[in-house]
């Protein structure tokens, strides 16, 4: 296996409750209050998902992606907000330019996976001196100076991670949310990662975590809090590798704290997408096809201004009215101008789902893997 320098220092900054904290920053009158960003709830007819609440509403149980119907049962008079994409551009921008400023500052590379996340890895001198002692003084200080600049300059806060790899860090980023700071020392990435739930691994969705504890729970040491990565870690590669394919390798690997990837090296951010949640389910061809055309029309709008030119995965995702949910993707080389074999490939991934027989609840398009033009 290919070795990189052992001690690597990872930042992985990731704002907390994004959109709802943009909302909490622009009316400071809603501060201590439970605020749900997402589709208009109706009084608790309304057919929408939460696309984040702060962590007041989320102490009713509420989260990202949870109906929004679900949402209004469990907190009715919490604030509920339509989706602003406008001022959250605007304030991840200016984030991400403080970000930007800082690891220039040290010396180092800078990468954003998506509007709220991005990792920093620190060179130069500061680099040496934390491999020299491990002191962790430093690398807190760094950080708290990037929070402190965060929330004097745009009024949020964001949580922070470092390790010796983007996995590490992300894991640790998310740790001890809202406004927290873990650091994990490179000699300590196994005990810091072996009592955490498979969960927090990248890679382990609900999918993966059923197939996992199938395999595990023949196991007699998987007790009652569940399947951990130290249990994860006593699978061998080869049974991964049998059940799961590539993606039992990444997860062999995972439970291992190895993650090789170069920050900056890639030029794709994660993807692009829009969904659409019909006012009433429907199973016909000609309720759902202009919208998925239009869902097409407004992502690769997105994408262009945002300075793409071509990408290689085109993915619809549909969700029936007993909200069990699919999403088909197809790779290729294709140019965000090229419109007319965007529609078709969107359309051949969606045509297998439209049946008069089961009704459709929300449908979504979504491109990725960029290269910038
Ligand atoms: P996240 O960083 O996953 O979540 P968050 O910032 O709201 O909360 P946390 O403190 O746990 O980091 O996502 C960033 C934003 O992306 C989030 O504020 C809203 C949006 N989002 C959705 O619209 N739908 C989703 O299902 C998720 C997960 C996020
Ligand atoms: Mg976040």
Excluded at 43 to 71: D, E, L
Excluded at 84 to 107: E, H, P, W
Excluded at 237 to 248: A, D, I, M, P, V
Excluded at 250 to 276: P, Q
Aim: proline share 4%.
């Amino acid at each position: 296996m290919k070795r990189i320098s052992k001690n690597r220092i990872i930042f992985h900054v990731d704002l907390d409750a994004f959109f709802a904290s943009c909302e909490e920053r622009e009316s400071p009158h809603f501060r201590g209050k439970p605020i749900v960003v997402g589709a208009d709830p109706k009084q608790g007819t309304g057919r929408g998902v939460v696309s984040t609440a702060n962590y007041t509403a989320r102490k009713f149980g509420i989260h990202s992606a949870m109906p929004i119907s679900q949402a209004y049962r469990l907190c009715p008079s919490a604030i509920f907000l339509p989706v602003n994409g406008a001022l959250y551009s605007r304030v991840s921008n200016a984030v991400m330019a403080i970000l930007q400023d800082f690891s220039q500052t040290y010396k180092g590379k800078f990468e954003q996976t998506s509007i709220d996340e991005a990792y920093i890895e620190i060179l130069g001198r500061a680099a040496s001196a934390y491999n020299r002692s491990y002191s962790c003084d430093c690398m807190q200080k760094i950080a708290n100076r990037i929070r402190s600049k965060i929330l004097d300059r745009e009024r949020i806060t964001a949580s922070i991670g470092i390790g010796p790899n983007m996995l590490v860090a992300k894991i640790a980023s998310d740790f001890q949310k809202p406004n927290g700071l873990t650091i994990v020392k490179p000699t300590d990435v196994q005990k810091f990662l072996d009592p955490l739930p498979i969960r927090k691994l990248p890679g382990i969705g609900p999918k993966t975590e059923t197939e996992l504890m199938k395999i595990l729970g023949s196991s007699p040491s998987t007790g009652a809090e569940g399947a951990t990565v130290s249990h994860l870690r006593k699978l061998p590669q080869s049974l991964l590798y049998e059940h799961f394919g590539r993606h039992g390798i990444s997860l062999y690997e995972s439970a291992r704290g190895i993650d090789n990837r170069i920050v900056g090296k890639t030029t794709e951010t994660k993807s692009i997408g829009e969904e659409y949640t019909f006012k009433e389910d429907t199973g016909s061809a000609r309720e759902i096809l202009p919208i998925l055309f239009s869902l097409t029309k407004n992502v690769l709008r997105s994408a262009q201004s945002a300075g793409y030119k071509d990408f290689k995965t085109i993915t619809v995702k549909i969700r029936y009215a007993n909200f069990k949910t699919h999403t088909k993707s197809l790779s290729g080389n294709y140019s965000i101008e090229d419109i007319n074999k965007i529609e078709q490939t969107a359309l051949k991934l969606l045509w297998r789902f439209i049946s008069s027989l089961k009704k459709i609840r929300l449908i979504g398009f979504r491109i990725g893997r960029f290269t910038k033009g």
